[in-house]
């Protein structure tokens, strides 16, 4: 029979500035969800990256699903009605509705779900991200499913050398879903000349081509085309299976290594490497940096073991201190040139006002 994982997270407040929600918060949290009956999901693991706090749901009632939907918004809900008495910083941030209207994507909260049948045996990984947006994904997507640099599987597996269909969406269209699906290797050129716009095109879901089935689903939120102004990062999600017929683990983790520069830091207005982490690591230097936890789990009938987190581990260590010259590097531009995002993402910010009144004092010789 098939299962769902649902993993659903928001910021709804944090101690400090935007570092990390408070145990009280989590708390909360868990005793609300403790508070549901079996009927309603099999299993949950809650988590934190950052000022992000996430559920990890499994159950059987597919993805969308509304009941699965309101009970996520209701937990989140219950949580800022605990931040909002401890006055922590941005309660209910990425809560931008009033109410909960069929599904919670769309509402702020970053939503990556997959149906699957449940292999004989089930591994698969969570990431979970801070101060950066959805296109933090694509290029270690692109690279694992695609380059044998990364992935040698794609030489050495013929369960994986057929490729993958990969499911890129336009993220600038917010009326409707704007989708386009590329497969690999032909398609890797067009894959990443869309891929290479991060702000724009982001990866959706990847399937096999051997198997059919689904190895990843992303979030693809972007906050600032739902509320229309600046009400911090998206902080994207993203579950992927591996080995057999997918990539393995360490094929997944290894484009992490990189520490690539993407959207975010402070104010959600810089680039910045991605530094990958242990989980519930607090943020910290110049609101940062971008950040990314991976957690790895198997699921027997909706059933999770406990996680393990693909980061704790010496190699880590040295990817951290080299994402941190990196970091630094960059800071030394401060505001100039590529330290900063592009006007088209700054323009949900006060930029814009200083803009149109600077606009006024300019003249003509
Ligand atoms: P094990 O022999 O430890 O299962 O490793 C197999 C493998 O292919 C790792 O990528
Ligand atoms: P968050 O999206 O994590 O709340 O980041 C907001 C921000 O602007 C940090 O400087
Ligand atoms: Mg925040
Ligand atoms: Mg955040
Ligand atoms: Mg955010």
Known sequence: MKITLSIIKADIGSIGGHLQPSDKLLNTIEEHL?????DQFIDFYLGYTGDDVFILLTHRKGINNRQI????????MVGTATAKKQRLY????DLLSDSFSGNIKGLGPAVAEMEIEERENEPFLVFTADKTDPGAYNLPLYLSFCDPMHNPGLLLSPKIGDGFTFTVMDVSHTEQDRIIQLNTPEDIYNLAALLRDNERFVVESIH?????????AASTTRLHHIAGKYVGKDDPVLLVRV???????GEILSPYSIGHYVAGFMRGSHHGPLMPVKKNTTVSYFDGPPMVNALAFCVSEGKLTEPVDCFDQPFWDHIRDKVSRKSLDLREQGFS???MLPYSELEYGGITHKM???EKRFDFR
């Open 34 to 38: 403790n508070s549901y009956g079996n």
């Open 69 to 76: 939907h309101q009970l996520a918004w209701d937990t989140f």
């Open 90 to 93: 941005g309660a209910g941030q």
């Open 208 to 216: 096999s081509r051997k198997s059919q089935e689904q190895a990843a």
């Open 243 to 249: 080995q057999s017929h997918f990539p393995a683990v």
């Open 337 to 339: 040139g590529p330290a």
């Open 356 to 358: 149109e009144e600077l």
